[in-house]
């Protein structure tokens, strides 16, 4: 359970002092007994917070809170001990919803340090050690048990198996390791042991490096300008102003108070942070977790937006796209035959060959004599006739010459009696409502530059992007290059980045807003101002209508609740109101501020003008 804030606490000061100032008269107290508590609540919850103001005001931070400061010190100067400790309340109070609305689950880095491999199994004297990831040299032997985090980067000197790098590479797929390949620090080992040789210490992996560009981001990152701060730039002047030339007109400084008091901004203290709460409760319930209430604020006004590829707009998964046959080969039955054979393979391609032949509608028969070796693909007999999946390497040169030309993305060979029939070719397939959806966005909402980066393949990227419809892509890119990007478009206009993998942590924390699409990577989760619970963009759409909508409400209760107090403020230098009428005044106009910004949990009937469409069916 959390402790209370520091501003939770004045305010329940400030509220027991109030109470306790207006109870003790009728108890008999004498009139210095009854201002105590009035007094405490000056001193002990008045001074923090007008010292915190003054040193923003010291730093050139000017926010809405700096009226209501000047309000406390100028109600305590001129004795008026029960308006001060009203101030403090509204003041305290806002202050407390606002940190409410703004705590953060979990630091970026605490989660990427969790995450880190821990521990490493180095072979010596015939057995295994457990050691320190710290401690492994160059040239150290390590086993990697199935399932277990890459410890460092290195190559596989035994074994043969897969990995999955999508979250550090964004390549979508789980990546075949045999002698000679390639592993990269945190990748996701697969169901085989795997003896490897460390190329890096630890401190120089790839996954050290992607926390050390996470620590420059979250060291450089600008704060912006909130909402309730941005108005407050030009109504505290005008409310000083008013009040300055009311005293100056008539000697009177009471009215220089009132009119203070009644200008007090609470409709930006309290009625803005009552809008970001109900905003965020309305997103949980849609399934979006809201983390920097400032991202609402901001999201409406991002005229970039920059994508990842796989998770975010491709299922991150590989869907068989053709099945290109040879002359004379009907490119079903090889499919068929092939689906019989991948039926008994763990192959990451296998799953994909089966279920393209069912959604075909194909019946694949039963095969016997299955068998597959490493480097050399799967055989079988299937219908008495011998199958083949392989890659087209291994063919001699008659048979890759009878196959069609090698395209972009993954492919394997089908080969009959000795015969290539078909190239199966597979790619990332874009979900379904990711063409719609990016249409989607320059219309209704003023995006005007759509950006596919990914650290995958060029081949990749670029038949994504054609399939829908980006122009402007950025294939192969490290997490230092993606910053690179979202820095280089952020000086340009306010930038939505949405990713879901380790990879794209220090991009999301670059961008004005990061979203992080799907349950996949908690490290993208902590790095980003939202997280979409559910690979969906239709929720993308949704929570940037929650941040439109939210930002409406809380101006109109923001504006609508200044325009009141401007009336209260005429009357006030008129004259018309003493200090502690203002107050009260300035408490009605809070509480109608408050009951419209309520209005943001209340879930609307259409939140998203989106439709996304039904998955339709994949070519095979």
Known sequence: MRKPSAEAGLAVLAAAGIAAALVLPRLGASPFASVL????????????????????????????????????????AMGQD????????????????EEFASRRASSVLDALARRMPQKAHRRAGGGLIDAPVSEVAVGDELVV?????????????????????????????????????????????????????????????????????????????????????????????LALAVAGGAWLATGDSARFLSVLVVATPCPLLIAIPVAVIGAISLAAARGIIVKNPAALERITRCRTVILDKTGTLTYGRPTLTDAVPAPGTDPREAL??????????????????????????????????????????????????????????????????????????????????????????????????????????????RVTKVMLVSGDRESEVRYLAEEVGITEIAAGQSPEQKVAIVDAETRKAQT????????????????TVGVAIGPNSDIASEAADAVILT??????????????????????????????????????????????????????????????????????????????????????
């Open 37 to 76: 508590p009035l007094r405490a609540v000056e001193l002990i919850g008045g001074l923090p917070l007008v010292y915190g103001i003054v040193r923003k005001a010291l730093a050139r931070e000017l926010g809405s809170d700096l009226l209501a400061g000047i309000a406390i010190v100028a109600s305590a």
């Open 82 to 97: 029960l308006v001060a400790a009203i101030l403090v309340l509204m003041l305290s109070g806002g202050s407390a919803l």
């Open 145 to 237: 048990l199935p399932h277990e985090l890459c410890p460092v980067d290195g190559t596989v000197r035994e074994g043969h198996g897969t990995m999955d790098e999508s979250y550090l590479t964004g390549e979508p797929f789980h990546i075949s390791k045999t002698p000679g390949s390639a592993v990269l620090s945190g990748a996701i080992n697969g169901d085989s042991a795997l003896l490897i040789v460390a190329l890096r210490k630890a401190a120089d992996s790839r996954y050290a490096g992607i926390m050390r560009v996470m620590e420059d981001v979250e060291a450089r990152r600008p704060d912006l300008r909130r909402l309730g701060d941005q108005l407050a730039a030009w109504y505290a002047p």
């Open 336 to 445: 068929r035959l092939a689906a019989s054979l991948e039926r008994y393979s763990r192959h990451p391609l296998a799953e994909a060959v089966v279920a393209a032949a069912e959604l075909a509608g194909l019946a694949p028969p039963a095969a016997s004599e299955v068998s597959e070796e490493p480097g050399r693909g799967l055989a079988g007999r299937v219908e008495g006739r011998r199958v083949r999946i392989t890659g087209r390497k291994a063919l001699d040169a008659a048979g890759r010459a009878a196959l069609p030309e090698a395209a972009s993305g993954l492919e394997c060979v089908v080969v009959i009696d000795d015969v290539p029939a078909a190239v199966l070719r597979f790619h990332d397939a874009p979900r379904a409502e990711s063409a719609s959806f990016l249409g989607h966005l320059s219309p209704h909402h």
């Open 496 to 511: 939505l980045f949405v990713g879901d993998g380790i990879n794209d942590a220090p991009a999301l924390a670059a961008a």
């Open 535 to 620: 690979a969906s963009l239709t929720k993308l759409d949704e929570l940037i209508h929650i941040g439109a909508r939210m930002r409406s409400i809380a101006l109109q209760s923001a504006v609508g609740g200044m325009a009141l107090s401007a009336v209260g403020m005429a009357l006030a230098a008129a004259g018309r109101l003493a200090p502690i009428d203002g107050a009260i005044a300035q408490e009605v106009i809070d509480l109608l501020a408050i009951l419209n910004a309520v209005r943001v949990a209340l879930p609307p009937r259409d939140l998203t003008d989106f439709k996304a469409p039904a998955d339709g069916d994949r070519r095979a």
